[in-house]
């Protein structure tokens, strides 16, 4: 970790943001540091500076994509009540998904995930691992303690993951929410 991530400068942090909105709308598959900073009212010299590469420049990219992604994380585990089961903090996270508020993030989130399966070695190294482990987590939370450290616990919440991330990429693809979101909720009443 070099010296600006640990402590990174107000205008760092300032072309991150831009930066991460840019990336939100347009993706990172295709980053060209000239374009980019010309939208973000920079200078490629100037990015490279602060953020060391491209490479290094996507890497914040991600982990301010991941920061977003914890968040909500964070907030659907926050938002039961009680141990309302899997099903429950499902349909939420499906919910939050299947806003479409939430898009670009969710497009940017799927591009990163393809790049690190591609590219293990690159940039996005470790993203897709780490949003299963995130994602699975947070369906852990939902499962009675005396099941979530069973394989049986383990399986069940991957299977609820999976139904959510097929939907979610059929959801970006065609924009049927009420299709999708029809499949999920049969899927959990079934996994239930």
Do not use: C
């Not at 309302?84 to 299947?98: F, K, P, T």
């Not at 999976?162 to 009420?178: E, I, V």
């Amino acid at each position: 970790m070099t010296r600006s991530e640990t402590n990174p400068s107000p205008r760092r942090q300032e072309l991150l943001e831009a930066a991460y909105a840019y990336a939100l709308r347009s993706g990172l598959t295709e980053l060209s540091l000239r374009p980019l900073a010309e939208e973000i009212q920079s200078s490629p010299r100037v990015l490279l500076y602060l953020f060391g590469s491209k490479d290094g420049l996507i890497r914040a990219l991600l982990a301010r994509a991941r920061a977003d992604e914890l968040a909500v994380i964070r907030e659907i585990a926050g938002s039961q009540d009680g141990p309302e089961g899997l099903q429950s903090v499902a349909r939420e996270l499906w919910r939050w998904l299947s806003d479409a508020a939430h898009r670009g993030l969710l497009t940017l989130w799927v591009e990163s995930y393809a790049r690190s399966l591609t590219d293990p070695d690159g940039p996005w190294a470790g993203f897709a691992r780490d949003t299963v482990g995130d994602w699975l987590a947070l369906l852990a939370s939902g499962q009675p303690a005396e099941f979530r450290d069973t394989e049986a616990g383990l399986a069940q919440r991957t299977l609820v993951l999976a139904a959510l991330r097929g939907a979610l990429l059929d959801l970006l693809a065609t924009g049927d929410a009420a299709r999708t979101t029809a499949a999920v909720h049969l899927q959990l009443a079934q996994s239930g």
